[in-house]
């Protein structure tokens, strides 16, 4: 799986490490049942601090993405197969919004203004 | 000649060679064994201990089935795993020497067991046998002998570079770092392979420990157990991770490490690998110019060192790997 950060976005470097596991699970990529990357061997492959990954892992596995057990690491659950659900239709949405002139922040903010309003 | 034709030579070449020739010896080893059979000492003599005295003895049909499952099964396995290879359009020098060896193992086999019956025809008792020295030594000869012939019999052709998969470089942005991991087991085929023998192995180093044997045996079954565990826990899985220092390949265990640091890539792709044809099986294998980590057939990280030389890794999701690889090796590029 990829994990990635960008040093010059604003976004903390904790989102971003999540970020990049919800892609990679949105993608199938990664399936429920698959093993996280040891928190120590992405934190130091990426020099960034061990506790950013931890912080990031512990995000996944606030919203269900994760389950943490001691000695098995963090684990895709089912939930994965439900970003992948919806794979198809972001990338549509996103095509969409291309062809309009409408940049991906402006319609993440839209798509979340939108479902707040609901 | 064309490509068609010349791929449809060397596949009759290799079934003749990797096939045919081994299942003819076999044949014919058992056709001459059971014609001996009626004029033999029973059991017979199978195993002779230092100084040529015979000290293993078995009753013929066992020598007869040993011949044809030894002497057929095993080069036809072999052979049959390639050809499936060949077929798919995979061709080179590994699939001729596989071709070559098959034909030689099954000339041992067939000579060897069917001389060392010929020496005990007429005996009463087959621990009058005489020694095999000399059958061992002509048939080690005329196995090489077969085992060359073969292999000049098959056409030489190049081994193709199995097409190279281009992969995009990742859009990596300046201030972005990225790492790529994945951990790749061991196959199915392998698996089963591993298991059998290592159940096989179990058996017979128990048996040997329980039944009055040879020491020997007892010690050399028990080695070869060990290293057979030794080598399922070596190969079971591996962590393989690319980020900016290259690519490093670490057995779950922890060791063997395997590193490509990002200034000895060359050229990194994306490729198909057939175990049986390029290596010769699953496992960490060495193949003329190029090192493969190889857990199971399908797609794989290919780099081109700098010295020319290729490493090779299965692993699932490799054109994500490759993709950061060849980013990071832009960016470096772009450096110097």
Known sequence: MLIRVDHSSDEPLFAQVAASVRAGAAAGRIRPGDRLPSARDVAAA????????????????????????????????????????????????????????????????IVKEISDDR | MTADASLARMIARFRLVALFIPLALTALAVIVQLTL????PDPVAIHWGVGGVPDGFAPVWLVVVMTAAAGAVLPVAMGLSALRGLRLGDQGVTYRFLGAVAAGLSALIALLSTWSLVLQRGL??????????????????????????????????????QRERRAEPLDLGAQEDAVWLR?????????????????????????????????????????????????????????????????????????????????????????????????????????????????????????????????????????TAVALLLAYQARARAAS
């Open chain 2, 37 to 40: 059979a009626p004029s033999l």
């Open chain 2, 124 to 161: 009463a008792d087959a621990a009058a046998a005489p020694p095999v020295t000399t059958a061992v030594l002509v048939s080690s000869a005329a196995a090489l002998a077969v085992g060359y012939g073969g292999w000049l019999a098959q056409p030489s052709v190049p081994a193709v570079r």
């Open chain 1, 46 to 109: 990426l020099d960034v601090n061990l506790h950013t990954v931890l912080r990031a892992y512990q995000d996944l596995r606030d919203e269900g993405l994760v389950t943490m057990r001691r000695g098995r690491g963090a684990v895709l659950t089912d939930a994965a197969s439900h970003l992948q659900q919806i794979h198809r239709d972001v990338l549509d949405l996103v095509d969409r919004a291309r062809v309009l002139g409408l940049s991906t922040d402006t319609l993440a903010s």
């Open chain 2, 183 to 319: 951990t790749q087991s061991l196959g199915g085929f392998g698996r089963t392979v591993l298991a059998i023998g290592l159940v096989a192995l179990v058996l017979g180093t128990v048996a040997a420990w329980l039944l009055p044997s040879d020491p020997t045996l007892r010690w050399s079954l028990t080695g070869s157990l060990v290293v057979v565990v030794a080598v399922a826990a070596v190969t079971g899985a591996f962590r393989v991770r690319v980020d900016r220092d290259g690519l490093t390949v670490t057995s779950i265990l922890g060791l063997p490490r395997m590193r490509v640091p990002l200034a000895e890539v060359e050229a990194a792709g994306v490729v198909e690998v057939n175990p049986a044809g390029e290596f010769g099986g699953v496992g960490l294998r060495s193949a003329p110019g190029r090192f493969g980590v190889v857990l199971r057939a399908g797609e794989a990280i290919q780099i081109t060192r700098r010295n020319g030389r290729q490493f090779v890794v299965t692993v699932d999701d490799a054109d």
